[in-house]
């Protein structure tokens, strides 16, 4: 059973620092990842969506890395600004388990003025 | 830019009714799911639905679910006899294609409480 952890489940830091969050998943068998935001109480918002052919997909402040075999995705936000606070979710699209997602439990990031 | 709706925003119901949570996919998908996120838990799937019927669903969604596409717009998650464990926010998601490596986009979610 595929499980995803996320490393570490909350971090705080200062404006301006640049930051990597970590994903994990225990079955390497995968079609994508997905990076999401989550606002409190809110939906959940699609940041960057990585194949398992692709090392690294990027969008503005935002890049996400991708290392299949290992099992292992990071999420590396440049030049982090207070609006980027909210809890970021990384979901892994397995090849033996039709078109579900599963879900780490999330990094809570704070970004401090 | 288009998007995935949902209502109500938030229900509170009495255990043991009957709820409808409805969601209103990007117009052109043809890939459905709902997912539910209990408090402090991880985002969980329940159900995928494709061409009218469902295509997979999890563990979690027994006979008191159900879930219906009663026109060409709407998709709708059914609680038949709510318990206080479906207590969660529900989520509603679709997809253009049925390729599997298709980006899911997320609704804003119903919070469900029963009481």
């Known amino acids: 059973k595929q499980e995803v952890t996320q490393i570490p489940a909350a971090l705080s830091v200062p404006e301006g620092e640049n930051l990597v969050l970590n994903c994990s998943f225990t079955d390497s068998a995968i079609y994508n990842l997905q990076w999401f935001r989550q606002d409190p109480g809110k939906g959940l918002t699609s940041l960057l969506l990585?194949?398992?052919?692709?090392r690294e997909q990027t969008s503005g402040r935002l890049n996400a890395s991708l290392d299949k075999s290992s099992g292992r995705s990071t999420l590396y936000i440049a030049a982090s600004q207070p609006g980027d606070s909210a809890t970021y979710l990384c979901?892994?699209?397995?090849?033996?388990?039709?078109?579900?997602?599963?879900f780490g439990e999330g990094t809570q990031l704070t970004v401090n003025p | 830019e288009p998007e995935v709706t949902q209502t109500p925003s938030h229900q509170v119901t009495q255990m043991g009714q009957e709820v409808i949570l409805r969601c209103v996919p990007i117009s052109n998908h043809l890939y459905f799911y709902w997912y539910r996120q209990i408090l402090g838990q991880k985002v969980e799937f329940l159900v995928s639905?494709?061409?009218?019927?469902?295509?997979?669903k999890s563990e979690i969604f027994d006979d008191q679910f159900s879930v219906e596409r009663p026109d060409g717009s709407n998709f709708t998650l059914k609680i038949r006899s709510t318990k206080l464990e479906d207590s969660a926010m529900y989520f509603c998601a679709s997809s253009r294609f049925v390729s599997p490596t298709n980006e899911q986009f997320f609704g804003p979610g119903t919070r469900l409480t029963v009481l």
């Open positions: 979901a892994v699209r397995q090849e033996t388990s039709g078109s579900r997602l599963t």
């Open positions: 990585i194949q398992s052919s692709q």
């Open positions: 639905f494709y061409n009218n019927e469902i295509s997979e």
